[in-house]
């Protein structure tokens, strides 16, 4: 299937990284397409509708979702969406400037021999901060994939874990999270 690719955001701050998998592109696409494949890398509850127009979204947090629309959907090359973070909390200052389609994400899925190199490019990011905080998104998720297709467990979600630390004052979350 194929929409309007839209125009990839040339403003702001990208991030652009790499990582090559086990398995064939067919394989690896499902794992952003299928909700249940999706959820065991990246989310806790995952809702995908993967069409020109169809909408991303993903909680990957209590409260803490990351929704999009996708643009262009080319199996099993290519997947191109919108991108952004809503939630009930304060999102991290990293995340408040980066609301649903106000960025732009682009997977490519290119053959490798007997296995797949995921490229993404994340792109029109308002700020220096913001890129940082999706690049160590993308550099902590897709492992958690490389892991599962190799065979292997992806360990404990990484940012859950974090959003644990920011949200949960019970188990320490920051001090100005809490309230008298």
Do not use: C
Not at 73 to 89: C, I, K, Q, S
Not at 107 to 128: A, K, M
């Amino acid at each position: 299937m194929t929409g309007n690719p839209g125009a990839t955001p040339d403003q702001g701050w990208t991030v652009e990284v790499e990582h090559r998998v086990s398995g064939s592109p067919d394989a690896v696409f499902a794992y952003f397409t299928d909700p249940e494949k999706h959820r065991r890398w990246y989310g806790v509850d995952v809702e995908l509708d993967p069409r020109p127009g169809g909408a991303y979204r993903v909680m990957v947090a209590p409260q803490v979702w990351a929704r999009g629309e996708y643009l262009a959907v080319e199996p099993p090359h290519r997947l191109l969406l919108t991108w952004g973070w809503e939630g009930n909390l304060d999102l991290p200052h990293t995340l408040q400037g980066v609301p649903p389609g106000s960025s732009t994400v682009e997977f490519r899925f290119v053959p490798d021999g007997d296995g797949t190199i995921i490229r993404v490019r994340h792109s029109g990011l308002p700020t220096e901060d913001a890129e940082w905080a999706h690049r160590l998104g993308w550099d902590s998720y897709l492992p958690r994939l490389v892991a599962i297709l190799a065979g292997d467990d992806p360990g404990e979600d990484p940012m859950r874990t974090l959003a644990a630390a920011l949200y949960d004052t019970d188990a320490g979350g920051p001090q100005w999270r809490r309230t008298a």
